[in-house]
């Protein structure tokens, strides 16, 4: 499995925007779908984004679309979460998360994906 490191969080007012990179290691990064989830105390952990091996399929949660967009270069073997028109309830830690799948299928659940993050922390202050 693709170990992997997210980075760019921090603290923005509401309407600001960040982007987090999701840094994976070793030869096998292209051969990933990654996802992006995110948690606050007390809550589960909620999908927020999927891309799949190749860029060319994505999707989001509704509560980030037209907001969100995911990326990645495989070549640079990392990925990207870019954020705009940040809210306070997008205040979480935010997870990368890789699963080994070259097909055209999407995952949306924490239990599809086997690798994870350390977590980077987002901050939206209204």
């Known amino acids: 499995q693709v170990q992997l490191v997210e980075s760019g969080g921090g603290v923005v007012q509401a309407g600001g925007s960040l982007r987090l990179s999701c840094l994976g290691s070793?030869?096998?990064?292209?051969?990933?779908?990654l996802g992006w989830f995110r948690q606050t105390p007390g809550k589960e952990r909620e999908f927020v984004a999927f891309?799949?091996?190749?860029?060319?399929?994505?999707d989001y949660a509704e509560s980030v679309k037209g907001r969100f967009t995911v990326s990645r270069n495989n070549a640079k073997t990392t990925a990207y979460l870019e954020m705009n028109n940040l809210k306070p309830e997008d205040t979480a830690i935010y997870y990368c998360?890789?699963?080994?799948?070259?097909?055209?299928?999407?995952?949306?659940?924490?239990?599809?994906?086997?690798?994870w993050g350390q977590g980077t922390q987002v901050t939206v202050s209204s």
């Open positions: 998360a890789g699963k080994r799948d070259v097909s055209r299928s999407y995952y949306y659940t924490r239990a599809d994906f086997g690798s």
């Open positions: 070793g030869h096998t990064f292209s051969l990933h779908a």
């Open positions: 891309i799949n091996f190749n860029g060319a399929s994505t």
